[in-house]
């Protein structure tokens, strides 16, 4: 069956370090991977799309990558701060448009 | 613009109640869908639209109808309650780049 794993439920860093969040997936070929960022009582927000041709994308402090081969994708987020505190999920839908399958989150925690 | 809005924030329900969960975008958007999110089990897809007057189901569509009337309006309808059926409820809705943008979300409680 179809899986999505993210690293841990909880993962906690220092402020101004690299944070890396992952996401492995079993029995899937995703044409579009997301990362969401939801904070507590609040529906998820939209931080980035990466293409299945596409090996890395960036949006300023923001770095995803996507191994197809490792049926994997990793979150950065370069010189951490406390407000980066939320939980992260990872979002994979086999097509443009609906069905998105989404991960269990990884609440991060950026320690001052 | 308001983006996607829900109502009711809060409900609470006695088994084999019904009632509607109501949804709005004002961003013209094609596709809408409701998840559930649970606590460990991540957002789940309940039902989804790709215009008026078409809708699929999703990964957990029992016990629940959607309709689409309108382009701006995906309300989410419960038939019978059910212990299970406690949760949050989002409604997300999208076009073009895949981007969903959610709504706030519904906590519902169902005794």
């Known amino acids: 069956s179809q899986k999505i794993e993210q690293n841990s439920e909880a993962l906690n860093i220092q402020e101004g370090k690299t944070a890396t969040l992952t996401c492995n997936y079993t029995?899937?070929?995703?044409?579009?991977l997301q990362w969401y960022r939801q904070d507590p009582g609040r529906g998820p927000v939209f931080l980035l799309l990466i293409r299945e041709n596409e090996k890395e994308k960036r949006k300023e402090r923001l770095k995803v990558t996507f191994d197809t081969t490792l049926k994997q994708s990793l979150f950065h987020i370069t010189a951490s701060q406390p407000a980066d505190s939320a939980t992260y999920l990872c979002a994979l839908a086999r097509r443009h448009g609906q069905n998105f399958v989404f991960g269990p989150g990884t609440r991060l925690s950026v320690l001052p | 613009n308001a983006g996607v809005t829900q109502t009711p924030k809060f409900q609470v329900l006695k088994t084999g109640q019904s009632m509607t969960l109501q949804c709005a975008q004002d961003m013209n958007h094609e596709y809408m869908s409701w998840y559930r999110q649970d606590p460990g089990m991540g957002l789940r897809l309940i039902h989804y639209s790709v215009g008026a007057g078409i809708t699929d189901q999703g990964e957990v569509p029992n016990g629940y109808n959607v309709s689409r009337s309108t382009t701006e309006d995906f309300p989410l309808r419960l038939l019978s309650a059910a212990p299970s059926q406690t949760s949050v409820y989002f409604c997300?809705?999208?076009?073009?780049?895949?981007?969903?943008?959610f709504g706030p979300g519904t906590r519902l409680t169902v005794l």
């Open positions: 997300a809705s999208s076009y073009g780049e895949d981007t969903q943008y």
């Open positions: 029995n899937y070929s995703p044409a579009y």
